[in-house]
């Protein structure tokens, strides 16, 4: 009997113990979680956290943010508002360009509805603040990719929508023809870009003293140039060309025929969300592909009845393309009826018919002498 007893005391205490330990784990494990809670919030990290009334882009309580973006209703693109050509505020207040153009392909895909955006301009410096955050669900802002913004950034992007390279700017009255030439020379910069970089590089590279320059954002970069604050100005190729033509005097400057840099352009997400990325990547390869195949906004009813798998494929007539990531069928169908052809997107805002009148050059379709090729849609 009292071994009984023994048996049962031990018994009971043992339970009372594995009692114990267990509400000492949890509250550990609660006190833990809302350690690191905290210390993500401070460290700039992604932010779990369901989208408010505000409009924030922060991810679903499932982490997924496709389903944020459908529970909102539009989809949080970070933008330019200073770039004509490729993302600025037009006369009638309305984010058009290039890049813009993408987001509405984007938009378009997920609820039929390019116009189920909002655009928030960005400055250099602040764009991968508010990406890293969720205050955006996409950046597609004339942003070149790199190893440390694929890596240290936590970045993945998405197909390079425009290869560039940096140039320099300078007036003709300076007879400046060369980088050699610039010796000595103030030359103007924004902040947070990696022209900063590419231009100590190179000038290191040529053994060129300069004295550097920088500004917070572009308008303010080209008031200091206009003026002859700095005797130079350097950026993407493209943002030359395109600020150019908003001068006093754009034929009274030049952009020298050297290239700094490589700089492919693209939309950019967050990583940790390897569907967001699938639809943002095969989205903009649809544009691409289209092109390929002869498909534009005006013709692709047309090919709604085509015999050919391929075509049958990418317009969502066969197969389950788009189910795999979560989005309609037809989202390429969607996004060429609505946006068009990587053609139509660069030609409406890039084109012979605009002031800037650039080039395709490498963005011509590999098929017609470019670099732009999209995989197969199988």
Not at 27 to 36: F, I, N
Not at 142 to 147: A, G, R
């Amino acid at each position: 009997m009292k071994k009984n007893k023994s048996s049962l005391s031990i018994l009971f205490a043992s339970l009372f113990l594995v009692f114990t330990l267990f509400m000492a784990g949890c509250t550990s494990d609660d006190d833990a979680s809302s350690d690191e809670s905290d210390s993500t919030e401070e460290s700039g990290s992604d932010v779990d956290t369901s989208s408010g009334d505000d409009g924030e882009a922060n991810p679903s309580d499932d982490g997924s943010t496709l389903s944020t973006i459908e529970d909102r209703g539009y989809v949080v693109v970070g933008g330019n508002g200073q770039l004509p050509g490729f993302g600025y505020v037009d006369s009638d207040g309305e984010n058009v360009g290039f890049d813009i153009d993408f987001g509405k392909a984007i938009a378009a895909a997920i609820f039929d509805d390019p116009e189920a955006i909002e655009v928030r301009p960005l400055s250099a410096q602040e764009r991968f603040t508010a990406l890293q955050t969720g205050e955006i669900d996409v950046l597609i802002r004339n942003t070149t990719w790199t190893t440390t913004r694929d890596t240290e950034l936590g970045t993945h992007f998405g197909p390079t929508t425009f290869y560039d390279g940096q140039g320099i700017m300078v007036t003709k009255e300076s007879g400046i023809n060369t980088l050699a030439e610039l010796e000595g020379a103030r030359i103007g910069v924004e902040t947070g870009t990696t022209t900063e970089l590419n231009l100590a590089d190179q000038f290191r590279k040529l053994g060129i003293t300069y004295e550097q320059v920088v500004f917070d954002d572009s308008d303010s970069l080209v008031e200091a140039y206009e003026s002859g604050s700095v005797d130079a100005w350097t950026t993407d190729k493209s943002g030359l060309v395109s600020r150019q033509a908003t001068l006093t005097e754009p034929e009274a400057h030049k952009i020298l025929d050297e290239a700094l840099s490589k700089e492919p352009l693209g939309p950019t997400v967050r990583q940790g969300d390897d569907q967001w990325f699938n639809i943002v990547k095969w989205v903009t390869f649809a544009t691409i592909e289209a092109e390929e195949l002869g498909i534009n906004s005006e013709n692709v009813d047309d090919f709604l009845d085509s015999e050919d798998p391929v075509v049958r494929r990418f317009l969502g007539d066969e197969g389950e393309l788009g189910d795999m990531m979560g989005i309609p069928n037809d989202f390429a169908y969607r996004v060429i009826k609505h946006v068009g052809n990587y053609g139509e997107i660069y030609n409406r805002h890039l084109g012979p018919d605009t002031v800037f009148n650039l080039g395709r050059d490498l963005n011509e379709n590999w098929t017609n002498g470019g670099i732009l090729y999209s995989p197969p849609f199988r």
